[in-house]
């Protein structure tokens, strides 16, 4: 299935949609027209995990390429950087992959742009928290991604809710975790105490979401708690539900623009878009067309 929906050409009409493209270039292009639209970015390389450092290191170099390519752009300050632990070397050991961490922060931070430490799954999150509180040390605009899934996520929240905090449902993974909720239901519960816990701190909450009801309570909380406009910020998908996206940013909400890029586009093509029936549809009557 993955050799067929890689060599169609059609396929990539569908995934054009939602993936900027391979390359530090494709990415860059992508992130310009959404600045111009007066929205933010957040960048997400898709690359295969590294089998040994030097390969760990050529995903470093490939984000410090794409950190020149927006400064050249004149749109790096205010763009935010999502590393993935995983293609940083985490496998072959968390402080490899902490070290790269620190190496594109700086570089992030030399052009004004921000980094966030993404929590994959469940099974990556922990070590997530310990790199960032490690990157906090010399890096304190640090973010970090926390996942309702879990059920240990409000406890996270409270702990970080003086800093930026990225805020997403997640997922379990496929086989069952007693450290993670199953139940949709429950992971929306726990999002929301999540967003109590953000708002009612001193931090930079970023409600990761696409589901209205979810936004219409974190806007709800914010005015509760007499956030200002620009003390928070909505984040969603390339290519999902971009009028949305447009109007909250009228209304003056910061919002940001998750662009994913890279060769492993398959991989989060079936993950992330599969779990969308409107999106899995397209692809099916393209590839039958095909």
């Given at each position: 299935m993955e050799s067929v929906i890689r060599n169609a050409g059609v396929t990539r009409a569908l995934t054009s949609r939602y993936v900027a493209g391979e390359s530090p270039e494709d990415a860059a292009s992508v992130a310009s027209g959404l600045v111009a639209d007066g929205l933010l970015v957040t960048l997400d390389h898709l690359g295969e995990e590294p089998r040994n450092a030097d390969q760990a290191a050529r995903t470093v170099k490939e984000s410090l390429t794409l950190l020149d390519g927006l400064a050249r752009r004149g749109i790096a300050k205010g763009t935010d950087f999502s590393l993935r632990l995983t293609s940083l070397g985490l496998r072959l050991g968390e402080k490899l992959a902490q070290e790269n961490a620190a190496r594109?922060?700086?570089?992030?931070?030399?052009?004004?742009?921000?980094?966030?430490?993404?929590?994959?799954?469940?099974?990556?999150?922990?070590?997530?928290?310990?790199?960032?509180?490690?990157?906090?040390?010399?890096?304190?605009?640090?973010?970090?991604?926390?996942?309702?899934?879990?059920?240990?996520?409000?406890?996270?929240?409270?702990?970080?809710?003086?800093?930026?905090?990225?805020?997403?449902?997640?997922?379990?993974?496929?086989?069952?975790?007693?450290?993670?909720?199953?139940?949709?239901?429950?992971?929306?519960?726990?999002?929301?105490?999540?967003?109590?816990?953000?708002?009612a701190g001193q931090g930079y909450p970023v409600v990761a979401t696409h589901d209205r009801r979810l936004v219409e309570v974190a806007s709800a909380l914010a005015v509760l708690d007499e956030r200002e406009r620009g003390g928070f910020e909505y984040e969603m998908s390339y290519g999902v539900r971009p009028s949305e996206q447009v109007r909250l940013a009228g209304l003056g909400a910061r919002v940001r623009v998750r662009v994913p890029y890279g060769p492993d586009w398959y991989a989060h093509l079936t993950r992330d878009l599969a779990a969308r029936p409107s999106a899995l549809a397209l692809l099916t009557r393209s590839l039958l067309s095909r």
């Open positions: 594109i922060c700086q570089a992030a931070g030399d052009v004004g742009a921000t980094v966030t430490v993404e929590a994959e799954d469940a099974a990556t999150a922990e070590a997530a928290l310990r790199v960032h509180a490690a990157l906090l040390e010399q890096h304190p605009a640090t973010g970090v991604t926390v996942l309702s899934c879990l059920r240990r996520a409000e406890d996270h929240c409270r702990a970080l809710a003086s800093g930026r905090v990225r805020l997403r449902r997640g997922h379990a993974g496929m086989a069952p975790d007693p450290a993670a909720y199953r139940d949709s239901g429950a992971v929306d519960r726990s999002f929301v105490r999540c967003l109590k816990a953000l708002m």
